[in-house]
């Protein structure tokens, strides 16, 4: 029975060195890469600064999900790209003057004045975007309430075993251990 209490902080210890930054790592990784931004960078910075310092900046430093795509294959773009890297199609078209991109909805060049007398349909299309983003409620989940829960276990647990061996060192029945006014 001791050998088995005394792992058991070891494991708690095991749990957060390792278990905990690799969840983190995992999710950081996926969404980063969702987002389209360095994901070995950010998964490094997210697990290796301590206390979790590295999840947090991550989070406030993520890009927004991109709700863009492209008409033609309907892989993700941003609203300043050109051109899809995907497949080549055209996301805006060029002022014939002086080449400066021009939203479809524009009826001159902002760049040299001159009218535009063509308007191409509109080459996005829009993304549905996820709202709410469960896999971080239960990483944060998991990294509150585990801790907690494992504190409890064992605090019950060397509770009911040190009550236990006072009783069998000392001959005390456990109505006088637990009589104060005596």
């Not at 995992?26 to 360095?38: L, P, Q, T």
Request: proline share 5%; aromatic share 10%.
């Amino acid at each position: 029975m001791s050998i088995l209490l005394s792992t058991i902080p070891l494991l708690i210890i095991l749990l957060f060195i390792f278990v905990i930054p690799i969840m983190i790592g995992v999710y950081v990784y996926r969404d980063a890469s969702e987002r389209g931004m360095n994901a070995l960078l950010w998964t490094i910075v997210a697990v290796f600064v301590p206390s979790l310092l590295g999840l947090i900046i991550y989070l406030i430093f993520r890009e927004n999900y991109s709700s863009l795509s492209c008409a033609n294959c309907g892989e993700r773009v941003r609203q300043e790209f050109m051109t899809c890297p995907s497949c080549g199609a055209n996301l805006k078209e060029r002022c014939p003057d002086c080449g400066t991109a021009v939203e479809p909805h524009y009826k001159v060049c902002p760049n040299c004045a001159k009218e535009l007398d063509h308007y191409q349909d509109n080459p996005y299309r829009e993304r549905t975007v996820k709202k709410g983003n469960r896999s971080l409620i239960a990483i944060l989940a998991i990294a509150v309430l585990l801790p907690f829960i494992i504190v409890v276990v064992l605090g019950s647990l060397f509770y009911s075993v040190k009550t236990e061996t006072i009783h069998e060192e000392f001959n005390v029945p456990q109505e006088e251990f637990f009589d104060f006014d005596a």
